[in-house]
C-alpha cells in the first residue's frame, strides 16, 4: 500500500505571512482533538488574524514551524517568555502526522529555546479530559498542578465609576510610564517578571486596553485586556482578561469593577476571566458575583521550572493562552 513521505523539516521561524495556513492548522487539529474526546459536533472555528498577530509578535523568535515535504505547514509551537515566565501555546501537529513523534520533537525545541531565554518558569495548558495529552506532556517532564477555570460574568451597559485610568486614554509617554511601574511592581513580588511586551503589543495592535487601580504614586493592581472577537468572522461580545495583578482582595474587587465597567463602555455582554483557582479566594470572589464557569483548562510545569506564587492575600492571573 502507498504510504506518504514522512520528511518533515524544522523547526524554523513561523512568520506573520503564514497566518493562513496556521489559522487552517489550528482549527483542523484542535477539531480532530475534540473528536477524539467524544466530541464529534464541535468545530473549532479559525482565530481572529490580528489575535495571531499578536502571538507571533509576542513570541518572536519562539513561533516555532515545522512544514512537509511540499513545504506545507505540518506542525507549530508557539512559545512565550515574559521576563522569566516561560509558556507555549498553542501548538499543534496536523492530525495525518501525528504518532510519528513529531509532538516530542515541538515540545522540546520550545523548551530549549525557552531554557536559552534563561526562565525559570516553563508551563502549559490541556483540557483535563484529554487524557492521552495528559500522559504526553508527563512523559515529557511536566506534572499537573491545578486548574485556570475561565469564568463569565454578565455585564450592566452602563459605566461604573471608580478610580482607575484606562491607559489606553493616556498619551504615549505617560502610557509608558505606567507600564515601567506595572513591570517594577510585579518585579518586586516575583523577580524577574515582566508583562511589558504583552501591555504594548495589545495597545500597538489595537486589540484592548490596560486598566490600573492607581496609589501614592505607584499602583496596587492592573489588568490587560482584549476586547476584539477571538474568532475569526464573528462579532465580539466579551472582554477577555489576559494578565491581572492585584495586591489584596479588596483591590481584585476593583479592578473587576474597572474591567466591567470597560465592556459596558465597549458594548460588550460579559467579562471572561481565566482564573487560577489556587488563589480560591479570587475564585470565591468571581463565583459570588454572579460569574459562571465556562471552561477548564490543567496547568501543567516542567520538573524544575515551576511557577511561583504570591502570597499574603495578592492574586495574579497569568494566562497561557492567546
Not at 43 to 59: C, E, K, M, S
Not at 207 to 212: A, E
Request: hydrophobic letters at 45%; a neutral charge; one cysteine or more.
Amino acid at each position: 500500500m502507498w504510504q506518504p513521505d514522512r520528511v518533515v523539516r524544522g523547526p524554523r521561524p513561523l512568520v506573520e505571512a503564514e497566518i493562513g495556513a496556521l489559522n487552517r492548522l489550528f482549527a483542523e487539529s484542535f477539531t480532530d482533538r475534540y473528536r477524539k474526546d467524544g466530541l464529534v459536533g464541535v468545530r473549532v472555528p479559525q482565530l481572529n488574524p490580528d489575535v495571531w498577530r499578536y502571538a507571533l509578535r509576542d513570541a518572536g523568535e519562539g513561533a516555532l514551524a515545522w512544514a512537509d515535504e511540499r513545504g506545507e505547514l505540518v506542525a507549530f509551537n508557539v512559545a512565550h517568555h515574559s521576563g522569566v515566565e516561560g509558556w507555549m501555546g498553542p501548538l499543534a501537529v496536523r492530525p495525518d502526522r501525528q504518532g510519528l513523534g513529531l509532538g516530542k520533537a515541538i515540545i522540546q525545541s520550545a523548551v530549549e529555546w525557552l531554557v536559552e531565554q534563561g526562565v525559570r518558569v516553563i508551563g502549559l495548558e490541556t483540557m483535563p479530559r484529554t487524557v492521552e495529552n495528559i500522559g504526553f506532556y508527563s512523559g515529557l517532564g511536566f506534572a499537573p498542578g491545578y486548574l485556570t477555570i475561565t469564568l463569565t460574568g454578565d455585564v450592566e451597559q452602563r459605566a461604573v465609576r471608580g478610580r482607575f485610568l484606562r491607559l489606553g486614554e493616556l498619551p504615549p509617554r505617560e502610557r509608558a510610564g505606567w507600564f515601567a511601574r506595572c513591570r517594577d511592581t510585579l518585579d518586586a513580588l516575583l523577580p524577574g517578571y515582566d508583562f511589558t511586551r504583552e501591555l504594548d503589543l495589545t495597545a500597538t495592535l489595537a486589540l484592548g486596553d490596560t486598566v490600573v487601580i492607581p496609589a501614592d504614586g505607584g499602583l496596587v493592581g492592573f489588568a490587560l485586556y482584549h476586547s476584539v472577537p477571538l474568532a475569526d468572522a464573528r462579532g465580539g461580545d466579551e472582554l477577555r482578561v489576559l494578565k491581572l495583578y492585584a495586591e489584596s482582595a479588596d483591590v481584585f474587587d476593583r479592578l473587576i469593577v474597572a474591567l466591567e465597567s470597560c465592556a459596558a463602555k465597549l458594548k460588550l455582554r460579559r467579562v471572561a476571566v481565566r482564573c487560577q483557582t489556587v488563589y480560591r479566594a479570587a475564585y470565591r470572589a468571581l463565583v459570588g458575583r454572579g460569574y459562571r464557569v465556562r471552561w477548564t483548562d490543567l496547568r501543567m510545569c516542567l520538573e524544575g521550572y515551576e511557577e511561583p506564587l504570591l502570597q499574603h492575600g495578592a492574586v495574579l492571573f497569568s494566562n497561557w493562552e492567546i
